[in-house]
């Protein structure tokens, strides 16, 4: 049975504490046993681990790749406040005594770009694929959109700000079929010397 991830492109933020807080419990595919993670400074590595030894150890499994950031998270918008006091315009003593907004830095997993930056190596490449969706399913904000074949069906799958949503694949003409005329012919160029 083919099963393979063919396009895939991801915009995912979520809070790293949310990323970890999945794989302490998570729900895996059956070829997976578990996963490795690994944090070489601003980046982290989510390796799939096999279920049994039909994939030799030497052979590399797939990973979700993300960048770390941080970001101020702040506990009320501070474009919702409005100005001090409540009050009309500019309020020239008022600035002294506002008090500050609370906040606090947060370390985000940006599950960014298209499958060769997000999803690596194609050992267990499906199943990796299907831990991500659980990923995009408790992100907040950003979206993932793939097509994967999965035995003979083809799959299209869209994840918007944790939901999913409706996908659908539209198969349109090879640019390569029908007369290829047009191109230069490299191998019988009379202005190319051999």
Known sequence: MTRRVYRLHSTLELPLEDVYEYFEEPDLPEKISDVEITRRNNTLIISAV???????????TAQLKASVSEN??????PDERGPPHGGPGPQWGA?????????????????????ETV???TALQYDMFEVLCAIAE????????????N???????????GERCPASVTV????????????????DNDFISG
């Open 50 to 60: 096999p279920a049994d030894n039909s994939i030799s150890k030497y052979t590399p």
């Open 72 to 77: 101020r998270v702040y506990e009320e918008d």
């Open 95 to 115: 600035l002294d005594e506002e008090e500050e907004i609370e906040s606090e830095l947060v370390e985000y997993a940006c599950f960014k770009g298209d499958r």
């Open 119 to 121: 999803l690596q190596n």
């Open 138 to 149: 408790r992100a907040e904000k950003g979206k993932l959109t793939t097509v994967a074949v």
């Open 151 to 161: 035995g003979e069906d083809i799959e299209a799958t869209r994840i918007v700000d």
């Open 172 to 187: 349109a003409e090879d640019p390569t079929d029908g007369g290829g005329d047009d191109g230069v012919d490299w191998r």
